[in-house]
């Protein structure tokens, strides 16, 4: 080998050799160019002394990395494959990022499809999006108590709250994002209703019932989790019997929903 890495906090030595690196990625020759040094008889061909130091990446992630570009080929598991995943972005290797996707997709659990959901928002994955959110919406009842489900930005909880297919009561998922708000405030330090302005507006108050509404209320008065005029428009289609002043999609059942007596009257085609 004639090029050093030190890798990750472990500090561990990675040693491979500069043309395999350079002529598979873009963003190694550029590195490695960098590191070159010129000397009398032969300009910018002598290699600066190394290591190349990475101490932002696991060097089982990079090693996965190394190994792709030696054999087009690589070997994931599940503690790695979205860091992997991040670094094929990162390094410009369309084709590891194909694979990185096709493990995700294989071997997705409750627990991780939320930050993977996540990080094919992040890269523009939108295949990987699409099987997660399936996934989610298969599972919804368990994905909410994921310590991934907390961690979502407010762009993708509210993706996921736009679907009719969550397999989850409208009560139970004003309750998951009243819980996602208050870890969301204490990591940002920003207040509840300004980290929950976008997701709040895909929650479908007018499907609870007058009782579930008042309660919802009481609660609200302690964060301030959902504005006053939501809940407002939620009172006014109970009183008008109608979605009137309501957008027709927030009238609109789930799959998970529970039947109440007056989801009749917010129905458009209910005579």
């Not at 350079?22 to 061909?45: K, N």
């Not at 289609?237 to 109440?260: D, E, F, I, N, Y």
């Amino acid at each position: 080998s004639d090029v050093t890495f030190v890798v990750g906090r472990e500090q561990q030595k990675v040693f491979a050799h500069r043309c395999v690196l350079a002529c598979r990625c873009q963003a190694f020759h550029g590195m490695l160019s960098q590191g070159l040094v010129d000397s009398e008889d032969s300009p910018s061909s002598v290699p600066a002394q190394g290591p190349f130091v990475l101490g932002n990446v696991q060097p089982e992630v990079f090693l996965a990395v190394i190994e792709f570009l030696y054999t087009n080929s690589v070997t994931l598991n599940s503690h790695i494959a979205l860091e992997v995943l991040t670094s094929s972005v990162e390094y410009g290797l369309p084709d590891l990022c194909e694979l990185c996707v096709k493990f995700i997709k294989d071997t997705l659990s409750v627990e991780q499809v939320c930050e993977a959901l996540q990080a094919a928002v992040t890269f523009g994955q939108a295949d990987l999006q699409q099987h997660c959110l399936a996934f989610i919406e298969d599972c919804t009842a368990a994905v909410l108590r994921t310590r991934g489900f907390h961690e979502l930005s407010d762009v993708v909880l509210a993706r996921v709250l736009r679907s009719d297919r969550l397999l989850a009561d409208e009560l139970d998922l004003v309750q998951a994002v009243r819980e996602w708000a208050h870890v969301s405030s204490a990591v940002l330090e920003r207040p509840v209703p300004e980290v929950a302005a976008l997701p709040v507006q895909e929650l479908r108050l007018p499907l609870l019932a007058p009782s579930e509404l008042a309660t919802l209320e009481s609660h609200n008065q302690r964060d301030l989790l959902i504005p006053v005029e939501s809940i407002a428009a939620a009172w006014r289609s109970h009183a008008l019997k109608k979605g009137s002043g309501v957008p027709s999609h927030l009238c609109q059942p789930r799959r998970g929903t529970r039947p109440r007596d007056h989801h009749r009257h917010l129905d458009p085609h209910a005579k």
